[in-house]
């Protein structure tokens, strides 16, 4: 079946830099497009940035554009987000997402 799994987040000061990972199974994934969405505390959910299959193509939203970079290691299995310059809105929980599945989320707070 299919797994998704987070790590990487944490607390970090303004400023400060992250990387989160993905860690997929259960599907053939250089053939998926895949995404990271967050969701702030008391917020809904807000879609951050997608890769597609091979890489090539990545999309952000307005809101970490210049800051964030997402990549995969198709090898791995693996989806990453580089989180640079964060701000405390940038709190959030983020998940890792492909067609209809989400893995279980890491936390990132973003506090001096």
């Known amino acids: 079946q299919v797994q998704l799994v987070e790590s990487g987040g944490g607390l970090v000061q303004p400023g400060g830099s992250l990387r989160l990972s993905c860690a997929a199974s259960?599907?053939?994934?250089?053939?998926?497009?895949m995404s990271w969405v967050r969701q702030a505390p008391g917020k809904g959910l807000e879609w951050v940035s997608d890769?597609?299959?091979?890489?090539?193509?990545?999309y952000y939203a307005d809101s970490v554009k210049g800051r964030f970079t997402i990549s995969r290691d198709n090898a791995k299995k693996t989806v990453y987000l580089q989180m640079n310059s964060l701000k405390p809105e940038d709190t959030a929980v983020y998940y890792c997402?492909?067609?209809?599945?989400w893995g279980q989320g890491t936390q990132v707070t973003v506090s001096s």
């Open positions: 997402n492909v067609v209809d599945y």
């Open positions: 259960g599907f053939t994934f250089s053939s998926f497009a």
């Open positions: 890769i597609n299959g091979l890489g090539g193509s990545t």
